[in-house]
């Protein structure tokens, strides 16, 4: 562990401006919404910034991309294909534990089963992680319930947390220890250990009293979402409040749906792009299939799947972890009032038989 001071800590990310492009999280003075995207000069970046609005999961998953090129000569009836996709070197800095949480989980979707994908692990290989502990909580968040928050575990290179006029830096891999040694920061003791400590306990009594008392009911709704026993007409009630808008998978760091489309290219006669764009278990079309035939055209059964897939044992075995990393975006964006929170409320009281 290393000491640094809160007055230089943007000197971290000076230097990491050398070899990455640095993501982080910012103000934008004209709406006063904080934002995580590619920054021109370190010292737009808010450490002190609210939960961002969207999801860092654009700098290693874009929501638009082209994966490859490939041209067709019909003389000869062959194609000619050729990965094609951009990869820059980026720093990740000022991370929230929940939005890290949601990339652990798209690390596993994409590189911790069968296959794994290139094009998600090109961008992963080249990126440099350094997350921002939460020495208070937002009025949004749950992380507390999904155990990833309000503190970094894994999975950073370095994590700071705030310890008043300095930040504990602590090294989670080799290159982040190199970092802090080349930066010649001072080491940290029991002393400062004690303070993150005292910090994290802090943290967790500023939860907002409905995040605590959920926290209790998460494994039993779980429990009714895996089995089956969550009732027809609590799904059909959430199903009736969705707009069918996709913004909560827009806004969820863990969500890893997409769709792929072939687009002629300008290049050449012949020329096509192969983009890959975000998609949404929220849209009609998202399970329609060959001849028309869907699975899932009724509302309430997408929004069924959509919350098995944040709150079932399977994607647990899956993530290693819940798929709702607690950031509380989904409840903040919904039209409809159905964020993760508000289906857990739904849910408990159908087991309680209140309300």
């Not at 300095?166 to 940290?188: F, H, I, P």
């Not at 006669?269 to 079309?285: A, F, K, M, N």
């Not at 399970?287 to 059964?301: F, L, Q």
Request: glycine share 8%; with cysteine; charged share 25%.
């Amino acid at each position: 562990m290393f000491l640094i001071k809160k007055s230089d800590v943007l000197k971290l990310a000076q230097e990491l401006s050398k070899d990455y492009q640095v993501y982080g999280p910012f103000v934008e003075k004209t709406s006063g919404q904080a934002f995580f995207d590619k920054v021109a000069d370190v010292a737009e970046i808010s450490l002190s910034a609210p939960i961002p609005s969207n999801p860092p999961k654009q700098a290693v998953f874009p929501q638009m991309e082209r994966i490859l090129s490939y041209r067709y000569d019909a003389a000869k009836k062959a194609a000619e294909m050729n990965p094609d996709y951009k990869v820059v070197p980026k720093a990740l800095f000022g991370l929230r534990p929940c939005d890290l949480n949601g990339m652990l989980c798209l690390d596993r979707f994409f590189m911790g089963q069968e296959f794994v994908d290139d094009v998600y692990l090109a961008h992963r290989k080249s990126m440099f992680i350094v997350t921002n502990s939460c020495t208070t909580a937002f009025k949004q968040c749950l992380c507390v319930c999904m155990d990833s928050g309000p503190f970094a575990k894994e999975g950073f290179d370095l994590n700071l947390v705030d310890l008043g006029d300095n930040y504990l830096v602590e090294a989670g891999s080799d290159k982040g220890k190199a970092l802090a040694e080349k930066m010649g920061l001072a080491a940290a003791g029991d002393a400062e250990a004690k303070q993150k400590s005292a910090a994290l306990d802090k943290a967790i009594k500023t939860f907002e009293p409905v995040a605590i008392d959920n926290k209790a009911w998460i494994s039993r709704v779980i429990n009714r979402v895996t089995t089956g026993f969550a009732r027809e007409d609590v799904w059909e009630y959430v199903g009736d409040q969705c707009f069918e808008c996709g913004a909560c998978t827009f806004v969820c760091p863990s969500c890893s749906c997409f769709n792929v489309v072939d687009v002629s290219s300008a290049a050449c006669d012949g020329c096509t792009d192969r983009l890959r764009t975000w998609d949404s278990c929220s849209y009609e079309g998202y399970a329609r299939m060959a001849g028309g035939h869907n699975p899932r055209k009724p509302v309430e059964d997408r929004r069924n799947k959509r919350f098995f897939c944040k709150l079932s044992y399977s994607q647990s075995k899956k993530y290693l972890r819940p798929g709702c990393v607690g950031c509380g975006r989904c409840q903040w964006v919904c039209p409809g009032d159905i964020g993760i929170p508000n289906v857990v409320t739904y849910v408990r009281r159908e087991i309680t038989k209140q309300g």
